[in-house]
């Protein structure tokens, strides 16, 4: 049975690094097999640097019709597990058809790549950047590695960010104001903000806010929309009075945000909602939400 095993076993093992590995920054990345583990970061227009080490199996030749490294962006849709969408693709040949008897090492350099989109988990949608090593062969299947790394991008500071003020309210029961300084935030920012009473005639138990994430995949018929509660945060437990005014100020360091993003490649959205949530004492729940901008500010990575 060993014997079987082993015939199956490929002939070499693949390494792949970059230059920079050492002092790059790694970041974690979680797996589909549900584990977590750290790789390296970059942003677009970066050179990706690095070489490609192929080591036969001791006592085995490895036959093959070339060896070549490709940069691969892909989006996966969950709905269509297993078909990715390519939207950057670039291929170095490593090595011409030949025979390897011992350990090789290829360098490779990527320059100023244009990674244009953030790596994305979600619930739906996976958009993922990898090093994919194939070595060709006949008759037999290709030898495949691939090294995973994360594409973040930083977006300056807004030159207007114009405040929210918005109004809700019931009809000669309540009506309350709400104000928040700006309406486009970096994913270590606070959410400073008022809410003003100047009506109630319902009697309110508490007020909480919310942040939600919305995430939308595919389009037409296909479109799937997947809402995550990520914090909530309550405001107020007890009756407010006419004339009260409740401050806001929400930290948004401790939670797992990204920046908004709108239709990547034609695949998905990402979008973020402030979500004002009013229980009466009869257990009535009223909703305002209202959507705000996010941004990765480098100070903030």
């Known amino acids: 049975m060993n014997y079987l095993v082993g015939a199956f076993k490929p002939p070499c093992n693949i390494f792949i690094s970059f230059t920079d590995g050492r002092s790059r920054k790694q970041v974690p990345l979680k797996k589909e097999n549900g584990k977590t583990v750290m790789v390296a970061l970059f942003q677009s227009q970066e050179n990706i640097v690095g070489e490609v080490v192929i080591e036969p199996i001791h006592g085995k030749k490895v036959e093959h019709n070339g060896v070549k490294i490709e940069l691969l962006g892909q989006i996966e849709l969950y709905f269509d597990r297993g078909n990715f969408y390519d939207f950057t693709s670039l291929v170095r040949e490593l090595d011409v058809p030949g025979e390897l008897y011992e350990r090789k090492t290829y360098p490779f350099e990527f320059s100023t790549v244009e990674m244009p989109y953030e790596s994305y988990n979600g619930v739906n949608v996976r958009l993922r950047y990898i090093l994919k090593v194939t070595i060709s062969r006949n008759y037999v299947s290709n030898i495949v590695e691939y090294q995973d790394f994360v594409v973040r991008n930083y977006t300056p500071p807004p030159s207007i960010n114009n405040s929210i003020k918005m109004e809700v309210g019931i009809e000669d029961c309540l009506h309350i104001e709400f104000e928040y300084s700006k309406s486009k935030y970096h994913l270590k920012d606070v959410i400073i903000g008022k809410i003003y009473f100047l009506l109630v005639r319902i009697k309110l138990k ?96």
């Open 206 to 301: 508490n007020m909480e806010l919310e942040i939600r994430r919305r995430e939308s995949t595919g389009s037409g018929p296909n479109t799937y929309v997947e809402t995550e509660t990520l914090a909530k945060f309550e405001l107020m437990d007890g009756a407010p009075v006419r004339g009260e005014s409740i401050p806001i100020r929400l930290f948004l360091s401790p939670y797992e945000l990204t920046p908004t993003y709108r239709n990547i490649n034609n695949k998905f959205s990402v979008k973020y909602y402030l979500n004002l949530v009013l229980v009466d004492e009869e257990d009535r729940r009223y909703f305002k939400q209202q959507e705000i901008t996010m941004y990765r500010n480098l100070e903030a990575s």
